[in-house]
């Protein structure tokens, strides 16, 4: 996994836990949880959408 062995994970861990504290960890997991789902979810709707629907929708989010 990139790399990483378990030593170097189990200090990320500490260090983590010890700049945000027990209480933040479930919200910021829960964060990342949604951001990675919303994330795959807009690479799917993506790849389906045809190119010319692709050029539509990027004019409707520059003029909003």
Request: without cysteine.
């Amino acid at each position: 996994m990139f790399g990483i062995g378990m030593p170097e994970l189990i200090i990320i861990l500490v260090i983590i836990l010890i700049i945000f504290g027990a209480g933040k960890l479930p919200e910021i997991g829960g964060g990342m949880g949604k951001a990675i789902r919303n994330f795959r979810n807009a690479t799917r709707e993506t790849g389906k959408k045809q190119p010319d629907q692709i050029e539509k929708d990027k004019k409707e989010n520059s003029e909003a």
